[in-house]
């Protein structure tokens, strides 16, 4: 099998059966353009259905009398949990043509769980692009690198990475 796509006109960037790909959305995508989403408020069956799915049934999400007398006071939630929501309000935020654009998750640097989430704690995520590297081989366009904090109703950082999104 060959490979239909030259850099035609030298400067980089990778043209398919002759179609220029710097018009996609990866290449609208500038250091610094930020989001915040929308809010989602954390149930108990969240923390439930998502124990059940991952097999994590730690006490310190799932037994009510024990965790009273604990440091938290109460149930905490997952911070998988609190991660995985947090993608899907970055999901959630993108137009139709930023989600028909991404071609796979590609990573997460520096993931901490800053603050514990409660059930009925209502969390928000704010992303801000840090950088963009093109790619001249296999697929997408190329990475973005986004600074990404979770927080909660209070504006408390409950989580922060460094996300990284395969873009077309």
């Keep these: 099998m060959t490979d239909d796509r030259a850099d035609t006109d030298g400067d980089g960037s990778i043209e398919p059966n002759g179609e220029n790909t710097n018009t996609g959305v990866f290449h609208r995508i500038e250091e610094g353009d930020s989001y915040v989403t929308q809010g989602r408020t954390i149930t108990d069956a969240d923390v439930m259905n998502f124990a059940g799915v991952s097999g994590d049934f730690n006490h310190i999400h799932t037994d ?71 790619r001249a081989d296999g697929p997408g366009s190329g990475t973005v690198r986004y600074a990404m904090n979770v927080e909660n109703q209070d504006g408390e950082t409950v989580l922060s990475c460094e996300m990284i999104s395969l873009l077309d």
């Design 64 to 134: 009510e009398e024990r965790m009273a007398d604990s440091m938290f006071g109460e149930r905490i939630v997952h911070g998988m949990f609190v991660l995985s929501a947090a993608t899907g309000l970055i999901w959630q935020n993108r137009t139709v043509e930023e989600r028909e654009a991404v071609v796979a998750f590609y990573g997460i640097d520096d993931l901490r769980f800053r603050a514990p989430v409660y059930i009925g704690d209502t969390i928000r995520v704010s992303m801000e692009v840090l950088e963009t590297e093109p």
